[in-house]
């Protein structure tokens, strides 16, 4: 017997406690199957894992989602004119860090013409 995968839609319709007896019955399904896996035997359908282990992180985002919603309401989204204006360096600091980048290299000159005495 094939596995077949909730629905997101779905998920949404079950009721909190019918979330919660789901989750619990897709993980001790997992176990199970996990189980016979480890002891050798042929899994009844190889895909099967994997479809219980989809389900299980389906309602787990669900009940993310739908605990976010809760905890703070919607957020009006902007508008794409509200954007916030780029960080830019203003001319007279980029002056300042020229200058001292020109400072550097002074010092640097000077060690070498000493060195080279």
């Known amino acids: 017997m094939t596995m077949a995968l909730l629905k ?9 406690d019918g979330r919660d007896t789901k989750l619990k019955e897709l993980n001790d399904e997992l176990m199970h199957e996990r189980g016979v896996a480890a002891m ?3 899994p009844a359908s190889p895909g099967k894992i994997r479809a219980i282990r989809t389900n299980i992180a389906r309602i787990m985002t669900v ?12 957020e009006v989204p902007k508008a794409k004119s509200e954007k916030k204006p780029k ?13 001292v980048e020109d400072d550097d290299t002074k010092s640097l000159d000077r060690e070498d013409q000493e060195e080279k005495k």
């Not at 009940?63 to 919607?74: I, K, S, Y």
């Not at 960080?87 to 860090?97: F, L």
């Open 8 to 16: 997101p839609m779905d998920i949404r319709a079950m009721r909190p």
């Open 63 to 74: 009940q993310r989602e739908l605990e976010l919603t809760v905890e703070r309401p919607a």
């Open 87 to 99: 960080a830019s360096v203003s001319r007279p600091e980029k002056e300042a860090v020229d200058e």
């Open 40 to 42: 050798g035997g042929a």
